[in-house]
């Protein structure tokens, strides 16, 4: 069998070629169909201080979550593990490995991944909706045109911090407000700093850290978040505190189960908290976005879309059109695997444990071979029925993954379908409408696949 020097792939000077003369440093989504197509679905390059198996096939995907076994890994983390270390905080589900990283999940997992549990948590999300809708109609008022909100992504973005925040520290933090506080504008701040200095903050070897301004601003904003974090915990904890000595019974979300739960300590929660709002919001505010840019375009899609109920099940349409923002703009548009506990076996090619594979997830769900007219927004594609609707759906079952597959799977995706609740009662308020019709908004990768400019919308009123 064929081993991991026998696959094709670029040299390192190629890989700078394209990442800084030709520009896909920002559009790295779009060089994953480069490397395709020059070299097969499989291949084996070098991206800084990674060495990687880059794969661009479902079925091959699929090979992989078969073959990962109990503990997958997804990339190593060694920046985050020291930040830990220095100040002596618990590692958390990025930075566990192996049976630790596995106790945690199986504490989180039943409050933000079963039906009925994530069902208690729509009230607040509707409420925070409400928020968005006031904050909307403020803005649009006050515009030129009395119409216009400009750059709805930012706004998008303060509603997913506010729902997550809800959810998590069950403590409304009035993101979507006029004035904001100026603790939460820090740990929005700092949460923005963190993930923009994180890549840089990994390739500077540890003897040089004190010497480069990039370490000092990456620890920098982990302080901010753990300390904003841990004092929205402590208030809550106090609230708890209080009502049980009152004697009166303790009603709560998610932060309220984690304690009553006993199975983490108080390190751990604070970790884990954290990370669950560092892993929810700019995953559902972008694909909020999106989906408002495509529905902007296609008012048949806007007057399809069901009222809101409690139920997603009974919004087949929503649901449709969820998972054709995501196949279009996989807010995660590659992921990664290092499998711990075995070698793998993978078309036709023999891979030792500990081989990190780079899945690219963006180019399978755009491709022709998968999805018929793949570059446009079809949300009927995804509901069953119609001679011309099974031809769209003829794909391979991972050609569309955006929140994982197996047991390291997003832990928030049930809880980000909760939010896009919002985009039925956006729609019932108001026909949505692009401000430039002509403008097209590209994806830039920054890390998430992102919007690369504003995108200003007319909401008319219905
Ligand atoms: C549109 C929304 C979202 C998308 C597309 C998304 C996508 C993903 C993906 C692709 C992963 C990696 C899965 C893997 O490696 O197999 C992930 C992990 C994760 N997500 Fe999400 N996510 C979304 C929303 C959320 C929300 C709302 C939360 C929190 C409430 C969340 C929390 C997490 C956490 C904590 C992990 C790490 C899990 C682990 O390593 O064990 N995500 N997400």
Aim: glycine share 8%; aromatic share 10%; net charge neutral.
């Amino acid at each position: 069998m064929k081993g991991l020097e026998d696959l094709p792939g670029p040299g390192l000077g190629r890989v700078l070629s394209w990442l800084f003369a030709e520009g896909y440093a920002e559009k790295s989504h779009l060089l994953q169909a480069q490397l395709r197509s020059l070299y097969g679905p499989m291949w084996r390059w070098t991206l800084g201080p990674y060495d990687l198996v880059g794969v661009a096939a479902p079925e091959l995907i699929a090979g992989i979550i078969q073959q990962e076994g109990r503990y997958p890994l997804r990339a190593p983390l060694p920046h985050w593990k020291d930040y830990r270390d220095l100040r002596g905080q618990a590692y958390g589900l990025h930075v566990d490995t192996g049976p630790e990283w596995s106790r945690l999940r199986s504490a989180l997992n039943p409050k933000m991944l079963k039906l009925q549990e994530v069902a208690t948590f729509a009230p607040v999300v509707h409420s925070v909706v409400g928020d968005l809708l006031r904050r909307l109609e403020f803005l649009r008022s006050g515009s030129q045109d009395g119409v216009t909100v400009s750059d709805v992504a930012s706004e998008l973005y303060k509603f997913g911090f506010e729902g997550i925040s809800a959810i998590l520290f069950e403590t409304r933090l009035g993101c979507l407000d006029q004035k904001v506080d100026p603790n939460v504008q820090r740990f929005i701040t700092a949460i923005g700093d963190m993930l923009s200095t994180s890549d840089f903050a990994y390739l500077v070897p540890r003897w040089a850290r004190s010497l480069v301004p990039v370490w000092k601003r990456f620890v920098q904003a982990w302080d901010d978040i753990s300390d904003v974090a841990s004092w929205l915990i402590d208030k809550r904890i106090a609230e708890i505190e209080a009502q049980v000595a009152g004697g009166r019974s303790v009603e709560g979300l998610y932060l309220t189960h984690l304690l009553s739960s006993n199975k983490l300590s108080r390190a751990e929660i604070y970790t884990c908290i954290t990370e669950l709002l560092l892993g929810g919001v700019d995953t559902t505010s972008n694909t909020l976005s999106w989906a408002l840019y495509h529905l902007a375009q296609d008012p048949g899609a806007q007057q399809r879309l069901e009222p809101t109920t409690e139920d997603l099940a009974s919004m087949p349409f929503l649901k449709a059109v969820i998972k054709e923002v995501l196949r279009l703009y996989p807010v995660v548009p590659s992921n990664a695997r290092v499998i711990t506990e075995n070698d793998v076996i993978l078309g036709g090619y023999w891979f030792p444990k500990g081989t990190l594979y780079h899945l690219c997830h963006y180019t399978i769900s755009h491709d022709a071979s998968q999805f018929v007219h793949v570059e446009k927004f079809l949300p009927e594609r995804w509901l069953r029925g119609g001679a011309s609707q099974s031809r769209c759906y003829q794909h391979h079952p991972y050609s569309s993954i955006p929140f994982g597959v197996g047991v390291r799977a997003c832990l928030g995706r049930r809880v980000a379908l909760e939010m896009h609740f919002a985009l039925t009662r956006l729609m019932q308020a108001y026909e949505v409408r692009l401000k430039d019709e002509t403008e097209v908004v590209e994806a830039k990768t920054r890390t998430l696949l992102v919007p690369s400019k504003p995108i200003n919308l007319r909401f008319l009123a219905r």
